[in-house]
């Protein structure tokens, strides 16, 4: 059994993560200042700590309260659009935050460091699928903030021998198959859920952004990875820093485009996805879905839950048990 510290654990992503860690029997920590996060998101075999990693004191209470086998940090300002607008604010935060934690892992003796990173990185690619090697063009301040955290990682294992992982990825999706946990973003701003919104009658009719690019039905093509398979990728990467620091990208295989989304919400719920169809966003690009080569090979993941109506079958059936989110 080993014991973990896990930023932003009441979040989406790092809820799904303590969750795998708490079913295999580790004790698992949660540092979290619930912003974005849930209480209710936090199983009851984990330990809540509320707290914010701009608060220097407490950030090294909870890292120096080790022994830990490793922290996984998932905590940030996450919302893309939202940092083309408050770029300054997701530079700083996540940025400052982030090597604020890795600071006091690296003073307390924490050995090792997983980063929940993006895809973020890498913009319009070169190439697809994406590989690690690619070239680094952030594509918002959101992107440019991991990239700081990603060198500041780099420099942490070059100087003070601080081995971690970063896992870069780009959409998550889907929820708990045995319904403990789910997305509740507010506002929303994904698509799946965006979409099953729209046929609950919980939200506007889904606005699709731009149907003329050069993609086999004309949307946007992305990458979806069930949550649950985000966080085995977290955890398979754990084994592979003993000597050295890793980094890997993450995908599901295949793109999938909005209307491929939109049929599967259909065909899994029954219900008619009310839509229309708007301009194209500045800077969405075309298509873009990571590489999972290097991830498979090393830690043989694969994804579980790889089919898209799986994954938002899970997305609708947790979301049809709490319409309105944990609060309900």
């Known amino acids: 059994m080993g014991r973990y510290l896990i930023t932003g654990g009441a979040g989406y992503i790092g809820s799904h993560m303590v969750l795998a860690l708490c079913d295999r029997g580790d004790e698992c920590v949660v540092f979290d200042n619930l912003q974005q996060g ?12 509320v707290g914010d990693l701009a608060d220097g004191a407490a ?10 086998d490793a ?11 939202e940092s083309m607008r408050r770029p300054f604010d997701y530079l700083m935060i996540n940025g400052m935050n982030g090597i604020r934690l890795i600071d006091a892992c690296v003073r307390h003796k924490v050995p090792k460091f997983v980063l929940s990173s993006t895809a973020n990185l890498f913009s319009i690619p070169d190439e697809i699928p994406i590989p690690e090697n690619a070239t680094i063009r952030p594509g918002s301040p959101y992107g440019e ?13 070059r100087i003070h021998g601080f081995r971690s992982a ?22 929303e701003t994904h698509l799946i859920p965006l979409a099953i919104d729209a046929a609950l009658g919980l939200a506007p009719p ?22 649950a398979d985000v966080a085995d990728a977290h955890l398979r990467a754990i084994g592979q820093i003993n000597d050295s620091s890793a980094v890997y990208n993450l995908g599901n295989g295949e793109g999938h485009s909005v209307f491929d989304v939109i049929r599967a919400v259909e065909a899994v719920s029954g219900l008619k996805v009310p839509r229309s169809i708007g301009e194209r966003r500045a800077g969405d690009p075309a298509a873009l879905v990571a590489s999972s080569a290097k991830l498979r090979t090393e830690t043989g993941w694969r994804p579980r839950y790889a089919d898209l109506e799986t994954i938002v079958a899970t997305a609708f059936q947790w979301r049809k048990g709490h319409l309105k989110g944990y609060a309900g």
């Open 59 to 68: 950030v090294d209470e909870v890292v120096g309260a080790g022994p830990w």
């Open 166 to 187: 970063r896992i870069r990825y780009f959409n998550a999706a889907g929820a708990d198959p045995k319904g403990r946990a789910g997305e509740d973003h507010h506002p």
């Open 206 to 227: 889904l606005v699709v952004f731009g149907d003329d690019y050069a993609t086999r039905d004309g949307t946007c093509i992305r990458d979806y990875v069930h949550v």
């Open 38 to 49: 849930h209480a209710e998101a936090v199983p009851a075999a984990a330990r809540l700590i």
């Open 145 to 157: 903030s991991k990239h700081i955290l990603e060198n500041a990682l780099i420099w942490a294992d």
């Open 71 to 81: 922290v996984f940090h998932f905590a940030s300002l996450s919302l893309v659009g």
